[in-house]
Antibody, heavy 117, light 111 residues
C-alpha cells in the first residue's frame, strides 16, 4: 500500500515536493523500484522517474534537469522534488512500485498539485 | 507526442470485442521490451490490467487479453461491458530514453 502526502498548491518558480510512504512491505525489497508518474489535466500519463533503494535513479530526459527522486529506507518512503515549477507542471501526481523496473503496481492514491499561472 | 502511439478512442456495443493498438519502435516494444496495460477511471489511480505482454494480475477478468508482435502490441476486450468504459494506456521501456514510456491513452466508449 502506498500513501502520498505533500502540498497541493505550489507557487511558480518554487519546488514541488511529495512523499510516498510504503506500508505492508519494505522499500528495500530486492525486486522493487519506486517511481513517480503524472497526468496533466486533459492529457495522458507521463513517467517522471524511478529510484531503487540503493539510491540509483532514472529520470525522464524532459524533466531531468529539474527533478530528484530519493529514498529514505529508515522511514520506508521515497520522495519527489521538482524544481522551478510553472503552470505546465500542474497535474495529478502518482507514486507507484515497479517490479524490476517493468510494470507499475501498486499505485498511490494520486495528488492534484496546482501551480497557478 | 508520446513515444508509444495509441488511437485516441475506440467504441463498441455491449458484448462486442474491441482492440486497442500500441505502436512503438525498435528501441522499445521491438527491442523487445515487455508491454504492460492499465485501465484508468476518472478520479482513481491507474489499475494494472496486463503485464509482460499477456499476463493478467489476479482479479482481472479473462475478457482482457494482450499480445505483442514486432514493434506493436494490442489489448483486446471481449464481451464489452458498461463498466469497461475508461481510458487505457500501454507502457514499456525505451532504451534510448533509459526509462519507462507510456502511450497517449485510448478512451473506450461503450455504446
Amino acid at each position: 500500500h502506498l500513501m502520498q502526502s505533500g502540498p497541493r498548491l505550489v507557487k511558480p518558480s518554487e519546488t514541488l515536493s511529495l512523499i510516498c510512504t510504503v506500508s505492508g512491505g519494505s522499500i528495500s525489497s530486492s525486486s522493487y523500484y519506486w517511481g513517480w508518474v503524472r497526468q496533466p489535466p486533459g492529457k495522458g500519463l507521463e513517467w517522471i522517474g524511478t529510484v531503487f533503494h540503493d539510491g540509483s535513479s532514472y529520470y525522464n530526459p524532459s524533466l531531468n534537469s529539474r527533478v530528484t527522486i530519493s529514498v529514505d529506507t529508515s522511514r520506508n518512503d521515497f520522495s519527489l522534488n521538482l524544481r522551478s515549477v510553472t503552470a505546465a507542471d500542474t497535474a495529478v501526481y502518482y507514486c507507484a512500485g515497479s517490479m524490476n523496473f517493468n510494470w507499475f503496481d501498486p499505485w498511490g492514491q494520486g495528488s492534484l498539485v496546482t501551480v497557478p499561472s | 507526442q508520446s513515444v508509444l502511439t495509441q488511437p485516441p478512442s475506440v467504441s463498441g456495443a455491449p458484448g462486442q470485442r474491441v482492440t486497442i493498438s500500441c505502436s512503438g519502435s525498435n528501441s522499445n516494444i521491438g527491442a523487445p521490451y515487455d508491454v504492460h496495460w492499465y485501465q484508468h477511471l476518472p478520479g482513481t489511480a491507474p489499475k494494472l490490467l496486463i503485464y509482460d505482454n499477456n499476463n493478467r494480475p489476479s482479479g482481472v477478468p479473462d475478457r482482457f487479453s494482450g499480445s505483442r508482435s514486432g514493434t506493436s502490441a494490442s489489448l483486446a476486450i471481449s464481451g464489452l461491458q458498461a463498466e469497461d468504459e475508461a481510458d487505457y494506456y500501454c507502457q514499456s521501456y525505451d532504451s534510448g530514453l533509459s526509462g519507462s514510456v507510456f502511450g497517449g491513452g485510448t478512451k473506450v466508449t461503450v455504446l
